[in-house]
């Protein structure tokens, strides 16, 4: 007893002689103290990664968009991974609750949640429920992205073939064609066929093909659209910034696939005009030349 009035009178307050075992209570205590610090230091990081100025990060891998329909695209593709990180954060969070404050302690067996009629309506509704969700956002992204405008800026029709493009501005007469990428050549001496379009302003592409498969892609569109013999096919995007960009075919259509390559100019109205102007003038002349 005097010793511990002593202890108690030096440390102004009581306390366990030093090498006494903390008791189970304690334990589970630091135990959970230390799990929430974790939590909430891992939140943090998260936080200022995608708080950096280069949002690479936010986009989950997806390039940057150049288009209103790759804004759309975009915003669909980062909603659906906010969804699974949530579940799966809430997945992982239980997982690790049990195995952290719920391990073994004997041979008693812990309470069941078997025929628990709330827990399985809750498992069964919010599956559902989330499901539901991403199948509207999907649907509703889809019929905006398929949408045709009755009245186009500028309509382009698109020959894919083997193993190259075309692209023709009815309404000015201008055709662009080219060569196919040639991997001997530097890229200073590459002729790929061009696609100009002007930023702003909704630009209608008519695709066909003469012979197979193909597939139109530009990787800054976030999307693609297959360019079908005998089945003509559309699309149609408002570009949002300006820039040069190289475009794909992204479906084996043969030996020299690989090198159907196309370039992708985004220039601003005025400067498109002042192209159309220039190219149906350099046209008609090397037509008239050959006449």
Not at 87 to 114: E, T, Y
Not at 181 to 190: D, I, V
Request: glycine fraction near 8%; proline fraction near 7%.
């Amino acid at each position: 007893m005097t010793l511990i009035h002593r202890q108690a009178a030096s440390g102004g307050r009581d306390r366990a002689p030093r090498g006494t075992a903390p008791s189970g209570t304690a334990k589970r205590s630091r135990r959970r103290a230390n799990a929430l610090r974790g939590g909430v230091l891992a939140v943090l990081l998260l936080c200022l990664a995608g708080c950096s100025p280069n949002d690479t990060f936010t986009r989950f891998g997806f390039p940057n968009p150049v288009t209103d329909q790759g804004k759309i695209t975009l915003s669909l593709w980062q909603g659906s991974w906010i969804a699974g990180l949530l579940v799966g954060a809430v997945v992982w969070g239980k997982i690790l609750w049990s195995v952290i404050f719920h391990r073994k302690r004997g041979n008693k067996l812990p309470p069941q949640v078997r025929y628990n009629m709330p827990i399985e309506i809750l498992y069964t509704v919010v599956p559902f429920v989330l499901i539901a969700v991403l199948f509207y956002y999907t649907a509703k992204d889809e019929n905006t992205i398929d949408a045709i405008p009755k009245n186009p800026a500028v309509t382009v029709n698109v020959v894919g073939f083997q193993w190259s493009w075309q692209f023709n501005y009815p309404s000015s007469g201008v055709t662009e064609d080219g060569e196919m990428w040639n991997p001997s050549l530097p890229a200073s001496q590459q002729h790929l066929p061009l696609l100009e379009i002007p930023e702003g302003e909704t630009v209608l592409s008519n695709l066909t093909s003469p012979d197979v498969i193909h597939a139109m892609w530009v990787p800054e569109f976030l999307f693609k659209r297959d360019v079908i013999p005998g089945h003509p096919n559309h699309f149609s995007i408002t570009a949002t910034k300006t820039g040069t960009f190289i475009g794909h075919c992204s479906e084996l259509c043969g030996v020299y696939h690989s090198r159907m390559l196309f370039t992708l100019k985004i220039v601003t109205p005025s400067q498109f005009n002042t192209w159309i102007a220039q190219q149906k003038a350099l046209q008609s002349s090397a037509a008239g030349s050959t006449t």
